[in-house]
């Protein structure tokens, strides 16, 4: 009879560090959002047969548009996360300010920021899709968690990850440790491991950018992609983040989301996109810039703070930086 790979809950446990204010604090908040995933995922399975494509005929705070499963996520990923008690601040794509903790925002050790529904375009026609999540631990102490709890650049970020509802559905996560995978068993309802301290695969000349906004791109991004080009890159884009950068962890390459002509900060919010994946892809020996500094860096100065982002192998990175220090 074989045995069973470990789970996230056997793996976290085992793999803490003196970071956390409890050895389990790890395990019950990475189980908090495994679960709130394997219910997402269930939803998107079902999408069509429940009726919860398509709009919710609401806008969230930057104005985009809220479909049905932004929504659902949104909830569930907070419910999952207050039922700990451990979390005293979060904050979400799709909530204006923060969210409120009841009593545990005087007494919970840990703020949590996160996109319920990455790449929610993608809902409606069975494209993949994921939920990106960064955890802290909290500044202030006897008092509300507030802004400056959650207001942090992510070189302050104790824990990062991602759940990617595609194929399969897989859970990644750091802790400042290495990145790991498990993947859903659909039949036992675990996340079981199937990938231990991932590395950033090497260059394998792909690039993943929206190339349709190219009109409005400014002079480094162009010369860039005209370079790539030129070296025979191929394109890959799949209109979700947590997707092409999953896929470029795996495979080689590099994301780019620039800011242009008429969105200078490009469309990435930092704190809830943008540095979790960075977190992911250093420990995984990658990279995250916004051209001329790293993402770990950047002091978020407002909740939705947006930021250019290129994202994946550190010498796709480094080539992209030189054409922007150039400039
Ligand atoms: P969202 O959080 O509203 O879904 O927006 C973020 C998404 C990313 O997942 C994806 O890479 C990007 O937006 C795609 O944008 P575009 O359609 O402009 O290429
Ligand atoms: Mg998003």
């Known amino acids: 009879m074989s045995v069973s790979p470990p789970n996230l809950f056997q793996f976290a446990m085992d793999n803490t560090n003196d970071e956390f204010a409890n050895p389990s604090d790890l395990t019950v908040l990475l189980n908090a959002i495994g679960s709130a995933g394997k219910f997402i995922s269930s939803e998107i399975n079902r999408a069509a047969l429940r009726d919860i ?49 009841g009593d545990a925002a005087v007494t919970g050790e840990y703020c ?23 955890i802290y631990r909290r500044l202030s102490e006897g008092v509300p968690a507030g802004d400056v709890d959650i207001l942090r650049p992510g070189n302050e970020m104790l824990v990062a990850g991602y759940v990617l509802y595609g194929s399969s559905t897989i859970f990644c996560y750091t802790s400042g440790d290495g990145v790991h995978f498990f993947t859903l068993d659909p039949t036992l309802g675990d996340y079981l491991i199937t990938e231990e301290n991932v590395r950033s695969h090497g260059s394998s000349h792909v690039y993943s950018a929206n190339e349709g906004n190219s009109g409005k791109w400014h002079d480094p991004d162009l010369n860039w992609v005209e370079h790539v080009k030129s070296e025979g890159y191929s394109g890959r884009y799949i209109g979700a983040l947590v997707a092409d950068f999953h ?17 200078p900060d490009g469309k990435l919010r930092l704190l809830f996109e943008c540095a979790p994946l960075a977190f992911i892809a250093e420990q995984a020996g990658g990279a995250a810039s916004n051209g001329k500094t790293a993402i770990r860096n950047i002091e978020p100065t407002q909740l939705h703070h947006r930021t250019p982002m290129y994202i994946g192998n550190a010498d796709e990175v480094a080539l992209l930086e030189g054409f922007h220090s150039r400039a």
């Open 112 to 134: 949590v920021v996160y996109d319920p529904v990455d790449g929610s375009s993608n809902i409606d026609v069975a494209a993949p899709i994921g939920t990106i999540f960064g």
């Open 247 to 263: 896929r470029n962890l795996m495979k080689g390459g590099i994301y780019a989301y620039p800011g242009d002509k008429s969105s």
């Open 53 to 101: 494509f398509g709009s919710a005929g609401s806008a969230n705070v930057t104005g985009d548009d809220q479909q049905k499963l932004d929504v659902i996520g949104d909830n569930v990923v907070a419910e999952a996360l207050l039922s700990t008690g451990l979390v005293c601040a979060m904050s979400s794509e799709e909530n204006a300010g923060l969210i409120d903790c």
